[in-house]
Nanobody, 114 residues
């Protein structure tokens, strides 16, 4: 079955950086589109970034120029490199297999202090 296991969240000061990782299993990783969502308290889930099987990427306007999404098909892992973090980036970040029926990881907390 599909499994997505995130890691790398934590507490960081504003202006700092974090890298999230998502180890995938249970499907053919290299042909699938992967994404990162986030959800802050009291807010709707937001698609932060996505990467297609051909490595094309898309980003939410709120993170363009600060976040980068990468994938390593040999490791079946997708990454979210976050830089110049802001307090408003504080959220639970979810790795998602983007299909007709999205599959979600358990989420990892990112907290940015001012």
């Amino acid at each position: 079955q599909v499994q997505l296991v995130e890691s790398g969240g934590g507490l960081v000061q504003a202006g700092g950086s974090l890298r999230l990782s998502c180890a995938a299993s249970g499907f053919i990783f290299s042909i699938k589109t992967m994404g990162w969502y986030r959800q802050a308290p009291g807010k709707e889930r937001e698609l932060v970034a996505r990467i297609n099987s051909d490595f094309r990427t898309n980003y939410a306007d709120s993170v363009k120029g600060r976040f980068g999404i990468f994938r390593d098909n040999t490791k079946k892992t997708v990454y979210l490199q976050m830089s110049s973090l802001k307090p408003e980036d504080t959220a639970v970040y979810y790795c998602v297999l983007l299909t007709a029926s999205n599959y979600w990881g358990q989420g990892t907390q990112v907290t940015v202090s001012s």
